[in-house]
């Protein structure tokens, strides 16, 4: 036998000994991560084998308007487990939950029996007083865990503004989504000691932890004056039969938004998440997500460029088009609006004398004030999906672009966008954020978060913010915005009708109506932005369209704050008879009209009138801008 020296394993007791020293400390690495580092999932992995639990799903916190009115709340309802291995009676517990619930006994008997399970979920969403009379049976083996069901208060109301959420109570859109991390709460669940197989033990302790409902989400909206532009909105889908329709309120000042409403819309109680083109027709906010050609009311961003910029001329020409770049553009008004001074131009809408002012300008200036105006950026709305505007690259931009863009036409921004630009125009120069939530509060009542207003930048001088507001007012006083006129106040804006294309072409009998509006409550000035796409049938123009529904808005708002009118002898319109113009020529019918002191706006070529609205005979007032189409 071969025998090993000393010395050799003097040479060896090192190498023992180390690899002695490494099991060691591999050992005491993998203990100290078992119960230092991964010691909290196991003790968890070890009470879920050991512990049955039932959710408790927090209320979501309610959203309100600017003054409390409850808009979104929670409402509890109950979900049916049983466990199969503490029933004795399955037969008599399937009969009763079938009975309380109205569901099919087959269905409920097949979860009862059901093996290697220890827990079974039965039925969802029932009543408090429909839990009481299962509960009243005494059944072993059947429990109950509580729900947080969403209710919307009003339901087909601010559809868009505070969207939903899923069946699992996460916000999915509108405010429920874009401050979910405020609404949504904490869960709370009740704890119970079970066997293996999920019997409950002898000696058990049930632990419960309570849900934490969320915070309340107080909105700058006004509900009254949400309720005015919802109307104004169901008016204008009863008489126009649109393809959609928007209207938009604001503080000019702040950036609050006071009301947000679109249409189609649907009830947030009854959701069709089977439809899904319904569901997203109805939840896309359009004032937000959505660009448009905005037509004339983009003039008004033109208007105070030229004052700025000091391009303004004392007198302009239109003859019903004007050529540039050998492209013949038309003025809404074929047959020309003649000589006019710039405020006549913009009481008539004139497009040549838009044209004018953005030629003289230059396409670098123009795209300079755009970006002041804030209209290559989002506005910063806290509204989930917010577009952006869609313009030429300043670069590829041709000189025939830039008139077309001085009227509103080769442009398209989202109406936010458009409503925050006018806003800084009439404000004063202050281009502002515009928000939808003032503050959250804890649900014992402590402000968590306040909103406050934000100022980006200047756009204009006060002096041309003040010319502007005048040059507004006269457009509601004498021009093409008359039926914005509420008796007794003081209304500015501008009208809107842009043509639609599809495929690069005009899409002929396609328009988009829109009337932008603004007027001054309690020291405080609100735009109403009002937006009708595709108005069926001969009537299109904006101040035929939206105007008149601006102007039944402020109205209604005048009288919610009690705001009495400013009246003298001859501000009280007098009443006029629509004279029967249908028939007769272009001449015969605009000298019909003015005898009879009316304004009036026309549409077609043709050689007599095919169309008048209103219809002839009918009792008007003398500020109504009329309209007729020649055929």
Request: net charge negative.
């Amino acid at each position: 036998m071969h025998k090993i020296s000393h010395i050799t394993l003097k040479r060896k007791l090192p190498a023992v000994f180390a690899l002695v020293v490494f099991l060691f400390l591999l050992l005491t690495c993998r203990l100290f991560y078992i119960q230092i580092i991964d010691g909290t999932g196991l003790q968890t992995l070890a009470s879920d084998q050991w512990t049955r639990d039932l959710p408790y799903r927090a209320e979501r916190g309610d959203i309100t308007d600017r003054n409390g009115v409850v808009l979104a709340t929670s409402e509890t309802s109950y979900t049916v487990y049983v466990r199969p291995n503490d029933l004795t009676r399955h037969d008599e517990v399937a009969k009763a939950v079938a009975a309380v619930t109205g569901k099919e006994f087959d269905s409920v008997y097949k979860k009862v029996i059901k093996t290697g399970v220890s827990e079974v979920k039965v039925a969802t969403g029932l009543t408090k007083n429909q839990m009481l009379t299962l509960s009243a049976y005494g059944f072993e083996g059947v429990y109950f865990a509580q729900d947080a069901v969403r209710y919307y208060n009003y339901g087909n109301f601010a559809t868009q503004l505070l969207g939903f959420t899923n069946s699992d109570g996460v916000g999915q859109s509108g405010i429920e989504q874009y401050y979910d991390m405020y609404l949504k709460g904490t869960d709370g669940a009740s704890y119970t000691q079970t066997d293996l197989i999920g019997r409950e033990l002898d000696d058990n302790v049930t632990t419960y932890l309570a849900p934490i409902k969320g915070m309340t989400a107080k909105l700058t909206i006004d509900f009254k004056l949400q309720s005015f532009a919802e109307k104004a909105l169901n008016d204008a889908v009863m008489t126009y039969s649109p393809k959609a329709a928007s209207c938009l309120m604001m503080n000019a000042d702040t950036g609050e938004i006071l009301a947000m409403a679109s249409a189609p819309t649907f009830d947030l109680n009854d959701i069709p998440r089977n439809d899904l083109s319904s569901l997203l027709a109805g939840s896309k906010n359009l004032l937000v997500t959505d660009v448009y050609e905005p037509g004339s009311t983009f003039k008004i961003l033109t208007s105070a460029i030229g004052i700025e910029t000091g391009v303004i001329k004392d007198s302009y020409y239109c003859p019903g088009y004007k050529v540039v770049d050998g492209q013949r553009i038309k003025c809404w008004r074929s047959i020309g609006h003649g000589s006019q001074d710039f405020a006549h131009g913009i009481m008539n809408s004139c497009n040549c004398v838009f044209m004018d002012i953005a030629l003289s300008a230059g396409t670098s200036t123009m795209y300079d004030y755009f970006e002041k105006f804030g209209l290559t950026g989002k506005t910063g709305i806290d509204i989930s999906g917010e577009g952006r505007s869609i313009m030429l690259a300043e670069e590829s931009v041709k000189t025939v672009d830039i008139a077309r863009i001085g009227f509103g036409q080769a442009i398209a921004v989202t109406p936010i966008q458009l409503a925050t630009a006018v806003a800084s125009v009439i404000n004063g120069g202050k281009l502002v954020t515009p928000y939808v939530l003032d503050s959250v509060y804890t649900e014992d009542g402590k402000l968590a978060y306040r909103n406050v207003p934000q100022i980006k930048g200047t756009t204009v001088s006060e002096s041309t913010s003040a010319q502007m507001r005048e040059y507004l007012y006269g457009v509601v006083e004498e021009g093409g915005g008359k039926n914005a006129y509420v008796e007794g106040y003081k209304i500015g804006g501008k009208t809107g009708t842009a043509q639609k294309y599809s495929n690069g072409a005009i899409d002929r009998g396609a328009y988009v109506s829109s009337f932008i509006g603004f007027t001054e409550i309690n020291g405080e000035r609100i735009i109403c932005l009002m937006i009708v796409d595709e108005p069926q049938g001969y009537v299109y123009y904006g101040s035929i369209v939206a105007a008149p529904l601006v102007g039944q808005i402020y109205k209604s708002t005048f009288a919610y704050y009690g705001i009495e009118p400013q009246l003298s002898a001859d501000d009280i319109p007098q009443s006029v008879v629509m004279p029967d113009i249908n028939g007769v020529s272009a001449t015969e019918a605009c000298a019909a009209l003015r005898n009879a002191g009316l304004t009036y706006e026309v549409a077609g070529e043709g050689g007599s009138v095919v169309y008048q609205f209103p219809a002839a005979g009918a009792n008007i007032d003398e500020n109504t801008v009329v309209y007729f189409v020649l055929g």
